[in-house]
């Protein structure tokens, strides 16, 4: 049952996230130009990742409420179902998470404006953000943790959705600035790297109670620590991509950034494993 859970969180973090990101850095990297060939890859892939979000989301609902109820019958009954999403405070978030996946799926389907997509992808990141740990904390506290597991989960869609932009701009490079593109990424990525660190000691000081939880090289600390070493690892591949860019190494920057974004997507599965583990609250 744990691996199918985290499966599950894997998936819908990893495709929520890039749509975000993809929504959110499309203008910024590439301006506000027509791309026709680009722009049509895109808004297929982020329908396919719309669908995939939406039921993703279905299947978190039915693995946490055969969780809570410790029979699948009971998850697959519209009477439970709906106790689950009208009583509790994961299924009332979920309830809105939900829909507002369907809803951005409809307004890729009907190719409405970006701005909506990209309104669309923010709110599911809202209602994202108090799942799993970030409902372990009441009051001020609880409140203060959600925002920031939220701002840790747009820096961290923001730098993911831009790795899939690039691979997609790599995959048709004519028509494009790589070197400038390269640029702009790599000015925006200071300041996503900066976030997604700050916010994660953040969440690790809330839900620990100190600035790394112990002990170090089992189970949560352990997850942790990999996770960490996974975005070292992207900085450092960033700082590569950045002089291949330069060089007109072109061929080994498509490889470069595909390893960035697998790495990307292995420290969501850690994230991802992260969320079905206590965090050791020392105090």
Same mark, same amino acid.
């Given at each position: ?100 996946? &369907? @809803?951005?799926?409809? $307004?890729? *389907?009907?190719? +409405?404006?970006? %701005?909506?997509?990209? !309104?669309? #992808? =923010? ?57 400038? &593109? @390269?640029?702009?990424? $790599?000015? *925006?990525?200071? +300041?996503?790297? %900066?976030?997604?660190? !700050?916010? #994660? =000691? ?67 599965? +850690? ?5 079905? !583990? ?6």
């Amino acid at each position: 049952m744990q691996s199918a859970v985290v499966l599950c969180r894997f998936l819908h973090f990893a495709v929520v996230l890039s749509l975000f990101g993809t929504c959110l850095l499309r203008p910024w990297l590439i301006g506000n130009t027509l791309h026709a060939a680009l722009d049509r890859g895109l808004l297929g892939i982020k329908r396919w990742l719309a669908l995939l979000a939406l039921l993703s989301a279905g299947g978190w609902l039915l693995l946490t409420t055969t969780n809570m109820t410790g029979d699948w019958s009971d998850a697959l009954s519209p009477a439970t179902l709906q106790l689950v999403l009208g009583k509790t405070f994961f299924g009332q978030v979920w309830s809105w998470h939900l829909g507002l996946c &369907l @809803l951005l799926l409809i $307004s890729l *389907l009907a190719n +409405a404006r970006p %701005a909506c997509n990209l !309104l669309l #992808g =923010l709110l599911l990141l809202a209602t994202l953000a108090p799942v799993g740990h970030g409902a372990m904390l009441d009051g001020l506290d609880g409140r203060l943790l959600m925002l920031n597991q939220f701002v840790h989960l747009s820096a961290v869609g923001a730098w993911l959705g831009g790795l899939l932009l690039l691979l997609r701009v790599l995959a048709q490079p004519a028509g494009h600035d790589l070197e400038r &593109l @390269l640029r702009r990424f $790599s000015s *925006l990525g200071y +300041a996503l790297v %900066a976030m997604i660190i !700050l916010s #994660g =000691l953040v969440n690790v000081r809330m839900l620990t109670g100190a600035p790394w939880p112990t002990p170090l090289f089992s189970g949560f600390a352990l997850i942790l620590l990999i996770k960490v070493l996974m975005v070292a690892l992207m900085l450092a591949l960033a700082l590569f991509n950045l002089v291949m860019s330069r060089r007109g190494r072109f061929s080994v920057l498509r490889s470069s950034v595909t390893v960035e974004w697998l790495l990307g997507l292995g420290a969501i599965l +850690a994230v991802s494993l992260l969320g079905t !583990l206590p965090p050791m609250l020392m105090n």
